[in-house]
């Protein structure tokens, strides 16, 4: 397994902008399949966005978020714009073992998770 910290998380308005970041330990970063989920409250954990062939992303936040990742430092990102309330949530990254897949059973290692709170 790989031990990921992620950061970033903070209290922003409708409309900002936020960057998270997801550090990684290992040597082989590169190879890694990177995801992030997210979990509102009272909600189940879902999909956000894969850094795999460009980036894959839920419907949701599509157009508004974007993956990368910097494998010199062993780090993923999730720049988030034009944040809206339904944003809120614990957003959590995870390293996958399934190219291609963004079910929660193909992510084998998981941060402890960043709050993002979209306030009205």
């Known amino acids: 397994q790989v031990h990921l910290v992620e950061s970033g998380g903070e209290l922003v308005q409708i409309g900002d902008s936020l960057r998270l970041s997801c550090a990684a330990s290992g040597r082989t970063f590169s190879t890694y399949i990177m995801g992030w989920f997210r979990q509102a409250p009272g909600k189940e954990r879902e999909f956000v966005a894969v850094a795999w062939s460009g980036g894959q992303y839920a419907d949701s936040v599509k157009g508004r978020f974007t993956i990368s990742r910097d494998s010199a430092k062993n780090t993923v990102y999730l720049q988030m714009n034009s944040l809206k309330p339904e944003d809120t949530a614990v957003y959590y990254c995870?390293?996958?073992?399934?190219?291609?897949?963004?079910?929660?059973?193909?992510?084998?290692?998981w941060g402890q998770g960043t709050q993002v709170t979209v306030s009205s």
């Open positions: 995870a390293r996958g073992l399934v190219i291609g897949s963004t079910r929660q059973a193909d992510f084998d290692s």
